[in-house]
């Protein structure tokens, strides 16, 4: 995975068809996504529960592109190695998943991965201010994580408090909830180059008829360049 702050849109496929991910996969790929987006629940850290490794790594069997593993789980780190078997490109973890996320951001690259840190919307920037050197990807929430089809919380001024902290240094700045075309622009100016969006693809569309979430992922992309 080489680095640079293009602008790569990331469906989350928590709003595709649950019995039909291998094809679901396939489509938005095919419709020009750039990752694929993964939301692992655990009904504990959030109120919510979705799937664990082995469906992840099945998953995998269908991704071409970059699979970007969200976990929205508590404890993380006795599973680590799990998601880096399933064949994960990049774990991220919550800031607010436990006490220890420097240890935790140094297991993920250990276990071979991208190591990504996400928070949600009531934790500032500064809660990552010395973890920026051992990550790859720092994930804003723009929606109290759980569900998808949310409404988007602004949080431009902490996507540029965090473009100013990163610097030069090679870490994504992603996105996630409630990004649509209403809401992309803002957002990618502030400096962020990494869009999750999983109502705004999916909507309209299904694999029979993927080319609604071909338009859709254009339109977001147009929406996100001004
Ligand atoms: C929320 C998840 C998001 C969600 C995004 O807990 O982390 O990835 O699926 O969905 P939308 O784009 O519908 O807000
Ligand atoms: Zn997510």
Redesign the pocket.
């Known amino acids: 995975m080489s680095f640079d702050r293009s602008v790569k849109i990331a469906p ?1 496929i ?2 595709a068809d649950f019995a039909d991910f291998g094809r679901e996969i396939r489509a938005i790929e095919d419709q020009g996504a750039d990752w694929v ?1 993964v ?1 692992v629940m655990d009904g504990h850290f ?1 109120p919510n529960l979705t799937f664990g490794p082995p469906a992840v790594k099945a998953f995998r069997r269908h991704v071409t592109t970059v699979m970007d593993v ?1 976990l ?1 789980i508590s404890p993380v780190d006795p599973y680590i190695d799990a998601y880096a078997e399933a064949g994960a490109d990049i774990l991220t973890a919550h800031v607010e998943a436990g006490a220890h996320t420097h240890r935790t951001l140094q297991a993920i690259r250990a276990a071979g991965m991208k190591a990504g840190v996400a928070l949600n919307p009531g934790t500032p920037a500064e809660a990552v201010e010395h973890l920026l050197d051992l990550a790859d990807l720092v994930c804003v929430m723009t ?1 109290n ?6 409404r988007f919380i602004d949080m431009t001024e902490k996507v540029r408090r965090l473009r100013a902290m990163i610097g030069d240094r090679e870490v994504h700045i992603e996105i ?4 649509d075309t209403g809401t992309a622009r803002r957002v990618v100016e502030a400096g962020a180059d990494v869009l ?5 693809v999916f909507r309209g569309g299904s694999v029979e008829d993927a080319s609604v979430y071909g338009r859709n992922i254009a339109a977001i992309r147009e929406a996100a360049a001004g």
């Open positions: 989350s928590l709003s987006h939301d959030v969200h929205m929606v994580p759980g569900f998808g089809g949310q996630d909830g409630g990004v999750v969006a999983g109502s705004a």
